[in-house]
T-cell receptor
Framework: ETGVTQTPRHLVMGMTNKKSLKCEQHLGHNAMYWYKQSAKKPLELMFVYSLEERVENNSVPSRFSPECPNSSHLFLHLHTLQPEDSALYLC????????????FGEGSRLTVL | DQQVKQNSPSLSVQEGRISILNCDYTNSMFDYFLWYKKYPAEGPTFLISISSIKDKNEDGRFTVFLNKSAKHLSLHIVPSQPGDSAVYFCAASGSGGSNYKLTFGKGTLLTVNP
């Protein structure tokens, strides 16, 4: 139990669907992140939020839309995805945005048909 | 182009022996390095870190060594235990405005055999 909870753990969706991934952290951290892990590739940073403000959008396609309503919650809204977007999506948090000591959730395994 | 490389996809070690996991980097701006461990169906967990002002950091059975001139770091686990079997990720970050951006390697799967 890392204090970072992601739901759902598994998601299968068609290319025309709209779905959302949810992340919640119970650690009192100020920074939250979305990472993508594709097969045989390194973890890729997608988005960074610090105190609910987006500080990084790492050239992510607009079919991925993040939302951070408060410092404890982070969403990733998905629409018109492609099969190559199938991956493990990991949420993480850290005390502040400048520290590399991230606390990861267990991930949401996404399959796009 | 990969800036953080873990050239060994897997490593198998006998229980009680030393495990050495290696990591190379190319970006000379990296000045903070971390190791994460990941079990199946779980997210990565932070293990140990080292700043570029040091060449060694130790935490129990885990020691990280940094060779800045060679742009190389290694994680030593002594003695190795079956519970250490996991994927180990090396990560690096640099100074400056983007120092929160961790660059990860692809990981090395460590198997410790009883």
């Amino acid at each position: 139990e890392t204090g970072v909870t992601q739901t759902p753990r598994h998601l299968v969706m068609g290319m025309t669907n709209k779905k959302s991934l949810k992340c919640e952290q119970h650690l009192g951290h100020n920074a939250m992140y979305w990472y993508k892990q594709s097969a045989k590739k390194p973890l890729e940073l997608m988005f960074v939020y610090s105190l609910e403000e987006r500080v990084e959008n790492n050239s992510v396609p607009s079919r991925f839309s993040p939302e951070c309503p408060n410092s404890s919650h982070l969403f990733l809204h998905l629409h018109t995805l492609q099969p190559e977007d199938s991956a493990l999506y990991l949420c993480a948090s850290s005390q502040e945005v400048a520290t590399g000591e991230l606390f990861f959730g267990e991930g949401s395994r996404l399959t796009v048909l | 182009d990969q800036q953080v490389k873990q050239n060994s996809p897997s490593l198998s070690v006998q229980e009680g022996r030393i495990s050495i996991l290696n990591c190379d980097y190319t970006n000379s701006m990296f000045d903070y390095f971390l190791w994460y461990k990941k079990y199946p169906a779980e997210g990565p967990t932070f293990l140990i870190s080292i700043s570029s002002i040091k060449d060694k950091n130790e935490d129990g059975r885990f020691t990280v060594f940094l060779n800045k001139s060679a742009k190389h770091l290694s994680l030593h686990i002594v003695p190795s235990q079956p519970g250490d079997s996991a994927v180990y990720f090396c990560a690096a970050s640099g100074s400056g405005g983007s120092n929160y951006k961790l660059t990860f390697g692809k990981g090395t799967l460590l198997t410790v055999n009883p």
